[in-house]
């Protein structure tokens, strides 16, 4: 895997990019807890989904990639194709599809959608009375630009426009991620930011707009030295710290709020293990999954996930499973597709 060399060392650019991330998150902070299209925390990949759900930082020629993190999109994803289903629970499903193309020698472009597919309802009136049956859905439009700002470093951002609809009641809202990143080649070492998510509804529900699932999130991979093994840690949700809102949904009143393991929360682990350039065997733990789901009586293995793929010379493949709900476990598949021949 090899970024494009930038001649030029353009440090100011590259401060720019610092500072608006910096000021974004400053502005996440003001926004309320009461959010919508939670759709968008999912994973747009088989190989994200295996490595706890949350990965900024994974630097390979898979486009899925960029809708974690739009500085992950480079030239080297000229021309690819790449398309996930996650079945999740009952009927609820969710989709992504992206096309990449390169723009010029340092800078490319993409462009994706991301879906859930709730399933169809039957609809009652007050009386109990059949209104027929209806469906309810959330569906992101996404255009993403990156540009390589020195041969290290890279910048991102997506905007997304989103569309809800659950039966009569319909939203709409505008959304902006911006990423960058760091790639030291030689060492197969990443370091990432991304602020997601920023925007606000353009029409509600009703009479009261919601906040976006803003993030903050930093995360690292690397290759270790004397082993096939890649390690991953994301920091998500760093725009807040505590999350009391887990008691209350699980009923339980004595979850520790100390730092440690308040931490560890926002931590998501992921470790890949390489034997070849053409297959990756990937294991996840979000702990704050595993929190979510933790039941009076059992459901260990809840944030806990893995997956593989296998890569050919124009095509590659993976599946992966994770719990994201209590009592089902979700399966998920993706296909990339390199329509360049290369």
Request: hydrophobic letters at 40%.
């Amino acid at each position: 895997m090899k970024w494009i060399s930038f001649h030029k060392n353009n440090r100011y650019k590259a401060l720019c990019v610092a500072f608006m991330l910096y000021a974004v998150s400053l502005c996440g902070v003001a926004q309320n807890n009461e959010q919508v299209y939670k759709f968008l925390r999912f994973p747009s990949s088989a190989r994200v989904n295996a490595l706890g759900g949350s990965n900024v930082s994974l630097v390979d020629n898979d486009a899925s990639l960029v809708f974690q993190n739009p500085s992950l999109l480079g030239t080297e994803m000229d021309k690819r194709l790449a398309v996930s289903y996650l079945s999740y629970v009952a009927d609820i499903s969710l989709g992504s599809g992206v096309f990449a193309k390169k723009l010029s020698p340092i800078s490319a472009g993409a462009v994706g959608v991301n879906y859930v597919n709730y399933g169809n309802f039957a609809g009652a009136d007050a009386d109990g009375n059949s209104t027929g049956s209806f469906d309810a859905k959330d569906i992101a439009i996404n255009a993403f630009y990156s540009r390589d700002l020195t041969e290290k470093l890279r910048a991102g951002v997506t905007a997304k426009y989103l569309y809800s609809n659950y039966e009569e009641y319909t939203s709409s809202a505008i959304g902006f991620d911006v990423g960058i990143s760091y790639f030291i080649e030689d060492k197969d070492f990443t370091f990432a930011v991304v602020a997601k998510n920023i925007g606000a509804q353009l029409s509600a529900y009703n009479s009261e707009r919601l906040s976006l699932p803003w993030d903050l999130q930093i995360g690292f991979t690397r290759r270790l030295s004397h082993a096939p093994l890649r390690i991953s840690v994301t920091a998500q949700m760093l725009n807040q710290w505590h999350f009391d809102h887990i008691n209350k949904a699980n009923a339980i009143t004595d979850e520790s709020q100390a730092f440690l393991p308040t931490l560890i929360k926002h931590l998501v682990l992921g470790v890949e293990l390489l034997p070849s350039d053409n297959f990756w065997v990937g294991i996840g733990f979000n702990p704050k999954t595993n929190s979510d789901l933790k039941l009076l009586n059992g459901n260990k293995w809840g944030g806990l996930s893995l997956g593989a793929g296998l890569k050919a010379k124009r095509f590659n493949i993976g599946a992966s499973m994770s719990r994201y709900q209590a009592s089902s476990t979700a399966y998920m598949l993706s296909l990339g597709i390199d329509l360049g021949g290369q």
